[in-house]
Structures are given as C-alpha cells and as structure tokens.
C-alpha cells in the first residue's frame, strides 16, 4: 500500500474492510444453517463462531479502542477470544446463531465505519496510516481463509465456485534458479500495515543458493510416492517419521488412489490430480522428506525472502517479486479467485528479477525456519498476535496461497504453524547449496 492523503486514505481502508465482509458473506452464506452451526473438523471452528469471531475482533479494536464508543456486545467478549477456547470445544459453548451473528457484524460495521468517518488516520500509532483498521481488514481476511479450509473440509456436494485458473504461459521453464550471495534488507520499516512480526528491516547476509522455479508440482510429488517416500524412515526426521507412522501417511491430504492413479477432492469436486499444479495440503514434515529424498532441502526464511523481494540491479527489497505495485490478477493467484493453484509457469508477469516465479499465491510454502522475532522486534499492538507463537513449535510458511488475500500478503508477510498441518492450504519448494565450481 502506497502513502495515501487521508481522504484517499479513508476510502481505501473502506474499501478493504467491504472486501473483507462480502468475501465472509460469500464463505457463509454459501451453506445451510446446518452446515453453518456444525464442526466440520475438531481442527476447526464451526463457521458461525468465524462469523461472530471477526464482529468481536473489529468490535474491541475499531468501535471500542480508536472509537472509545460504547460497547455492542460486552458479554460475549470470552466466547470469541481465539485463547480461551481450544477450536475442538467451540462447538459447545453457547455461541451466536447465524442470524444474531449476521446481526452482530452488521451492526459493529456500522459503528467501525462511523469511527472511520471520524478519524484523522494519524495522531497515534494505532491510527497513523489507518493501521488499526488495516490490521482487522487483515484480521477478516486471514479468518476467510481459514473459513475456506473449513469448507474443505466439509462433505457433501460443491457450494463455492470460481473460474480455473490460467493455463502456463511461460514457457519451458528451468529447473533452478541461482539466488547470489551477499546482503539484503529483510523486513520491513516502512509498509504502512505491516504486522509486529514483519518489523523492523534489518541486514541479513545469505550465502549463495539454487532455488526451484517454481513450487514442487503434483507430478513431481508423485515421483517421490511411487519410490516408496513414505515407506523409507531415511528421508524423514525422527520427528517426522513418528509423525507419519502415527498419522498414517501415504499421499497428501485429500487424495486417494484409483486403479493405478490418484483422486483428489477439492472443495466437493472429486477429480484426477492434475500433475502440473503445485503440490497443496502437505505438511512440513512431508515437504521436508521429500527435500531430502530429492537431494536438497528446504530454504531458510531468510532465502525465501531474498529470492522474492531483492532487486540485484539496485541492491533494494521490492514490496513483491515483480516491484512495488499491488498484485494483480496477471500477477498472482490469490484471494480465492480460482479455487486451486493454478498451473506452474502461470503468471510469468510476477515472476522475480532474477526468474523465480509464484513466489506469491497459489500456494503457501514450507521453510526450514521456526518462528521468532526480528532483532530490534517489538510488540505491537498486542503480544497475542506474534510474540506469544515464537519458539522451536511452529514453521514459517510464506507466500500466501490462492485462498489468502493481497491485503494479507505482502513479500514481508509472515505465516507460522505446527509442522503437522495439513489442512492448510500449503505447499513448497526447495533449495540447495550452491557449490564454488558453479559460482566461479
């Protein structure tokens, strides 16, 4: 997001906060009440309680904080506080029905917009920039995807469509791509939305490194099933194989075998797996496996950040792999405007400077890295948001895939969960060490 005068200013955020609402529309009204009230997954949170969930978080920051107006609905506070209730309990508490939530979220709306008519977007750091209310259009549309894993999850015959995405254009693409040694800027200072965990910019020295183009695709996942990947406990961590013995593993989630190919079940729609796609719903431990299998390995956070924001010609870190300019859709696959990733070699207009391409969208993609703090990081505006997920249990993920909107992606922008999710709309690539015969 570029600097704005405060009118334009005023009517962007207004603009992403009705984006945000006519996609959470779109996730419930697209069910039954049934299907709205109901835990499709002790991994997630029936869709009513997302519903009410983002009113609550838009209530307590926007209406109450920067508006200091009266509260909409003070009693249900600990219903819809994400730390007090494990996601496998919410389905027994006393939760908002679908036309109270609907009532709930038309009504904080209005009152956030009131504040927002009010605001002079600047005076304090809540404010300045409209970050309070860039940070809860962010909140809504993380929330949105979620609901999309949710529906998923869900059985019975399709309820969300959108068109399929474009067909490769790029061309015969290389297998790697050399990302040069040296320093870059990772982070960021300056993004006006950026998260606590995005700050600040700092210098980071990365050796030398190959890269995959593009996203491990399904046909290449295949390659590692077929050579029998999850039957050899040598490509899996110990961590990782026990994880897959007690799990069960065999193929990515949501596929299954069919004679002697493989189905996979997509939003409802049982299809072939189309083996030009990346790889979605693996988790860490299986993309890692599968690193080694190959003869390379995961790339660090740091990498992965080099590789889709350094401009070797200027030495500066872009907003995106393809400059600072917003994503487009003839740019990157993203906010569920086609319900799957769309083939390799897709959107040669977002790919980096130096040819690695879907860094953003599609898929969201595994790192070797567990979560923590930048050096100099500081917690803003609430220590649940980051700081309280740093340690050795979570892995960054980064990218974004085609469920996660632009509002929320950003080539500084910083996902993080359990190495054992596979619900999650994630994928990978992976790297290797660059040898010095090859740098010479």
């Known amino acids: 997001m570029q600097q704005l005068d405060t009118e334009r200013l005023r009517q962007h955020v207004a603009d992403q906060l009705v984006r945000a609402r006519e996609r959470t529309a779109l996730l419930t009204d697209a069910v039954d009440e049934h299907d709205l009230v109901r835990q499709h997954s002790r991994l997630m949170s029936p869709l009513v309680w997302d519903l009410a969930h983002v009113g609550s978080q838009e209530e307590l920051w926007l209406v109450r904080d920067v508006g200091g107006r009266e509260p909409v609905r003070q009693d249900i506070d600990e219903l819809y506080d994400a730390f007090r209730h494990a996601r496998a309990d919410r389905p027994a508490l006393p939760l908002l029905g679908p036309a109270e939530a609907r009532g709930y979220v038309r009504q904080v709306r209005d009152k956030a917009l009131d504040v927002l008519a009010a605001s002079a977007l600047s005076g304090h750091r809540l404010v300045d920039h409209g970050f309070a209310f860039g940070m809860i259009a962010q909140h809504e549309q993380q929330h949105d995807e979620t609901m999309l894993a949710t529906h998923q999850l869900r059985s019975g015959p399709p309820v969300l469509h959108a068109p399929d995405p474009p067909a490769a254009s790029a061309g015969p693409l290389p297998a790697e791509v050399l990302i040069p040694g040296g320093v870059f800027t990772m982070g960021t200072s300056t993004e006006p939305w950026a998260l606590d965990n995005e700050r600040p910019a700092h210098q980071v020295h990365v050796p030398a490194f190959f890269l995959d183009t593009t996203p491990v695709t399904n046909g290449r996942y295949l390659e590692f099933i077929d050579a029998g990947g999850y039957a050899e406990p040598r490509w899996w961590s110990q961590e990782g194989w026990a994880h897959r013995q ?111 391409h879907q860094l953003i969208g599609d898929v969201w993609e595994w790192t070797s890295t567990d979560f923590h703090g930048y050096p100099g990081f500081s917690v803003f505006p609430y220590p649940e948001y980051s700081q309280v997920f740093f340690g050795g249990e979570y892995k960054v993920l980064r990218g974004g895939s085609f469920g996660t909107d632009q509002v929320a992606c950003r080539g500084t922008f910083r996902n993080w969960d359990f190495p054992i999710r596979r619900q999650i709309f994630a994928g990978f690539r992976t790297a290797r060490d660059a040898r010095p015969e090859e740098l010479a």
Do not use: I
């Open 246 to 356: 007690r799990a069960d593993l065999s193929a990515p989630r949501f596929w299954r075998r069919d004679g002697s190919g493989w189905l996979r079940t997509r939003f409802g729609v049982v299809e072939p797996v189309p083996p030009d796609e990346p790889v979605v719903h693996v988790c860490y431990h299986e993309a890692e496996a599968y690193a080694r299998w190959a003869g390379r390995r995961l790339p660090t956070e740091a990498e992965w950040e080099k590789a889709a924001r350094h401009d070797p010609a200027t030495g500066r870190s872009r907003r995106y792999p393809w400059g600072d300019t917003d994503p487009g859709p003839d740019r990157a696959n993203l906010g569920q405007r086609h319900l799957r990733p769309a083939p390799v070699g897709a959107y040669p207009r977002g790919a980096s400077p130096l040819g690695v």
